[in-house]
């Protein structure tokens, strides 16, 4: 295997560096966004670097798997470019680090051996047309032929389509009465060995850099190419999904670092009615609210890094992946949206880093999970915590469960409910919206608690807070919604009528 230098330190540098050069201006940065995928010579020279190698351990010439390092390779990524973070993302949560914790040891050493040496890439298809968000009633289906399992079916925006080396595909068991068992099975597939057409390639509005479709399945996989549940393929499947969304923070971070500084320098260069921008009120207020998302971010990526290594198994941690997940992805797009307002008219255009960062983020708030179901989740999740302690009152079980308790006290007057396990829906995503945000402002007093920037992380509570209380008065006054089911809205008389 390939020797990776083992220090982190000249690791990171190096590839920052590296990063710094191919983005080395505006021109090339606007060049990059505005394209179809990645060029393969620029994609060469970033994986001359062997950024994946931090997702591989060291038997196999990695660099380990540490959750921190894994992390702090996206950050850098994303710095300097979403698309290409999330293209490594893609590689690592949803392709290497499922491979090395549930492949044969076999298909480990050739897999990451063509990544190390041969600059390959992998991905995962698991979504469907029909089957996004319910996932588990796939209709990709496998059956056993003696010495290899048959997988067929169609999925779509799997990101690489077209151009991964390497794919995991999920698929369902088939009985001979053809009917799907309902745990889910992970397939290993080179694509060399062909068996995968793409149908379709989509014009995804924004990620240009990463290509989608719509792929035909119908392959022939060897045992040795199924990975292995510890248990039964629906918790791995949980495993390898909870794992990804924890490693959002890493994404978020450096895209976040790279919107304040693309904030502050514009606030203090640009001048109107003889005074700079940064010196206007609610110009601060956008910044620091900009700061405050980055500080919140970054809090969420030294929680994972302190307490899910590559080890751990990740199935049960629902709480805490869809509170990272979504608000971490909530916070991409609302400073997205702040810097555009921030930069004006020139910020409207693809090729100005405002208005690629307004298109480029947005589907983070819905792939790996539609962040409105997430909520959802995370107020089940507490609900059923709730009965197993037979506590009803909200503060009263944040103020003593681990990912609240620093907090809680607080926020009492806001917290100090009865909660009606009986809730509609749309409060049970608000409730969540709260809940997210409370434990991730946690981490962020936990993370001061080691020394961060005091300033930054009580800027970032006072911003977390007035979200909370506010999400709190909306969930408490939200009225009955009513959506016409008619078509009274095709035939009513317009407003002109009432002149």
């Known amino acids: 295997m390939t020797t990776i230098n083992p220090t982190f330190d000249t690791f990171i540098t190096g ?10 201006s505006k021109q090339t ?10 060029p393969k010579e620029f994609m060469n020279d970033v994986l001359e670097c062997k950024p994946l190698s931090v997702f591989i351990p060291e038997a196999y010439g990695g660099r380990g ?12 990524s994303s710095y300097h470019s979403l698309p290409l973070s999330l293209m490594m993302g893609i590689n690592g949560a949803l392709f290497l680090q499922p491979v090395a914790n549930y492949a044969s040891d076999a298909t480990k050493s050739s897999i990451f051996k063509g990544v190390l040496e041969q600059r390959k890439m992998g991905g995962l298809m698991i979504t469907e047309p029909g089957f996004g968000s319910d996932a588990l009633r796939m209709q990709t289906s496998y059956h056993d032929e003696g010495q290899a399992y048959r997988v067929k079916g169609t999925k779509h925006w799997a990101g690489l389509t077209g151009e991964a080396d390497y794919w995991l595909i999920t698929a369902r068991p088939q009985n001979e009465e053809g009917e799907l068992g309902r745990d889910v099975s992970f397939f290993v597939h080179p694509s060399e060995n062909g068996g995968i057409e ?37 918790k791995m499947m949980l495993d390898v999904l909870h794992r990804s969304r924890l490693q959002f923070p890493g994404m978020s971070t450096g895209f976040l670092g790279r919107l304040v500084d693309e904030g502050m320098t514009h606030c203090k260069e640009r001048f109107v009615g003889g005074s700079s921008l940064f010196t206007y009120d609610q110009v601060k207020s956008r910044l620091s609210k900009l700061q405050s998302y980055f500080t919140a971010s970054s ?6 890094s302190r307490h899910v290594p590559l080890s751990m198994d990740t199935s049960k941690m629902d709480l805490e992946a869809n509170a990272v997940k979504s608000v971490s992805t909530d916070y991409m797009q609302a400073a997205s949206q702040n810097l555009l307002q921030l930069v004006g008219a020139k910020g409207y255009r693809l090729d100005h880093i405002a208005g690629r960062a307004v298109v480029d983020s ?4 819905i792939f790996e999970g539609s962040n409105d179901i997430l909520y959802q989740q995370i107020t089940e999740s507490v609900l059923k915590l709730m009965r197993g302690a037979k506590e009803t009152n909200l503060y009263h079980f944040c103020a003593e469960h681990p990912l609240t308790n620093k907090v809680a006290e607080g926020l009492r007057q806001s917290l100090d409910f009865e909660v009606n396990p009986q809730m509609a829906q749309r409060k049970l995503v608000s409730l969540g919206q709260a809940l997210g945000r409370l434990i991730t402002m946690n981490m962020t007093v936990e993370m001061g608690a080691k020394g961060f920037a005091s300033d930054s992380i009580q800027q970032t509570i006072h911003v977390m807070e007035s979200e909370i209380k506010q999400i709190l008065t909306g969930y ?10 008619d078509e009274s809205y095709a035939t009513m008389k317009g407003w002109r009528s009432f002149l």
């Open 15 to 24: 590839y920052h560096q590296r990063l710094s050069d191919l983005f080395s």
């Open 476 to 485: 408490h006054q939200a009225p009955v919604p009513v959506a016409v089911q």
């Open 65 to 76: 798997g540490d959750s921190a390092e894994a992390l702090s390779m996206l950050e850098a």
């Open 29 to 38: 940065q606007s060049r990059l966004g505005l394209q179809r995928q990645f």
């Open 299 to 304: 809090a969420m990526a030294f929680f994972v």
């Open 362 to 365: 947005r589907p983070f708030q």
């Open 198 to 234: 793409v149908e379709e390639v989509f014009n995804n509005l924004g990620l240009y850099m990463l290509p989608y479709g719509r792929n035909q399945i119908d392959i022939s996989v060897p045992d040795s190419h199924k990975l292995k549940p510890k248990t039964i393929g629906i």
